[in-house]
């Protein structure tokens, strides 16, 4: 008679909370998914999916799908300086990733029907407190059943990972962005090609993310209160710092449906303990400055799957998914934290200094490893 599959217990059914439940569940485990909402959802904004992230998605067969919705990327992305000028980051004849911009909602949604097209029960307005190291989850009526393996998903101020005692710190950055969407026109410029404009510490994204609209992005420091007016939103603010873009800022309502948010730095002395784990935000909780947060979340997430398909010793197969995984997560945390510092907090009389800095800066051997120490990571687990 065959054994009983394996059972997890998953706290969160954000974007890595659903890609390791459609994993778990591709390779035969049964998968419990909560959801501390009413319903499932995603914020209304674009996200940056890059070839590590798409490869993971290709092994959960959602990569078409994910394709087929949003935008792909066939040009490097243009970065220009507060004149206006362009400020070349990149090396020539370098190989441009594979890279689709899509909607954060399609995305959550196309996650959502792989985890319960394969079996993934989704539970909402379940709220999970804590967790027991044995493989138990806590709820306000009590713990839930044992499981084989808990998962908390649950973001940056993770309650799992927190009566874990797995925390070291949760830095705020001081600085952040509203992510925002735009009708998209057929004679828009960014159509054609990526734009990134930074003016002092402001900094404007904006990119095709589906057939319809435009992702925008808008950064700036805590302490610029005009330019953290996103909800309502300070057109004014903007069309002063970026009038090259006054078309596409003109599209955003006065109270758009998101808001600016800050960003946050998550260090922890682990990953797990005992026989629960914690992944995405929960772990590794970074700045989307160099778009990879939400990348090695659904990378790592489809990488534990795969080593838990052929462990029977859970606990000391999540200390090999640290293990492997971790260096080189933690280097992008710390590269999506340098460029920051350079975007949005760099001196504002020294703007000039920092268009003549990034160009000698990105021709370096060291800064292209670390920033794509992401994109070159081929898990060997």
Not at 180 to 196: A, C, K, Q, W
């Amino acid at each position: 008679m065959a054994s009983e599959r394996p059972f997890a217990e998953i706290a969160g059914a954000g974007l890595a909370g659903l890609a390791v439940a459609a994993a778990l569940a591709q390779h035969g485990w049964r998968v419990r998914v909560h959801e501390k909402s009413r319903e499932l959802r995603e914020i209304g904004a674009g996200i940056y999916l890059f070839q590590n992230a798409l490869d993971a998605l290709r092994e959960i067969n959602v990569y078409d799908k994910v394709a087929a919705s949003g935008v792909r990327s066939s040009q490097p992305r243009l970065l220009l300086d507060h004149r206006h000028r362009e400020v070349n980051i990149r090396r020539a004849g370098e190989a441009l990733p594979e890279l689709v911009v899509v909607l954060r909602t399609e995305l959550h949604r196309i996650l959502a029907e792989k985890a319960i097209e394969n079996g993934v029960e989704i539970v909402t307005n379940s709220l999970a407190l804590a967790a027991d190291p044995e493989g138990r989850l806590e709820f306000e009526q009590g713990f839930g059943p044992k499981a084989d393996l808990c998962i908390g998903a649950d973001g940056v101020f993770s309650r799992v990972r927190d009566s874990l005692r797995l925390g070291l710190s949760v830095v705020d950055l001081r600085d952040g962005c509203g992510r925002h969407l735009v009708p998209r026109r057929s004679d828009d410029r960014v159509n054609e090609r990526r734009v990134e404009m930074w003016n002092r510490g402001r900094r404007i994204g904006i990119a095709p993310a589906s057939k319809d609209q435009h992702y925008v992005f808008l950064c700036c420091p805590e302490s610029d209160y005009q330019a953290r007016m996103q909800q309502p939103f300070n057109l004014e603010a903007w069309l002063e710092s970026h009038p090259q873009y006054g078309s596409y800022l003109q599209r955003l309502p006065r109270h758009p449906q998101e808001y600016w948010r800050p960003f946050f730095n998550v260090t922890c002395s682990a990953w797990s303990r005992g026989r629960v784990a914690i992944v995405g935000d929960a772990a590794h909780g970074m700045a989307p400055n160099i778009g990879q947060g939400a990348c090695v979340a659904i990378v790592n997430a489809v990488v534990l799957a795969r080593l838990l398909a052929r462990s029977r010793d859970i606990p000391s197969a999540l200390q090999a998914w640290e293990r492997h995984e971790r260096p080189y997560v933690d280097m992008t945390q710390r590269v999506s934290y340098l460029y920051g510092v350079i975007g949005t907090r760099w001196p504002a009389g020294l703007v000039g200094l920092r268009s003549r800095v990034l160009p000698l800066l990105a021709r370096t051997d060291l800064w292209q490893r670390r920033l794509r120490v992401a994109l070159d990571h081929k898990p060997a687990i």
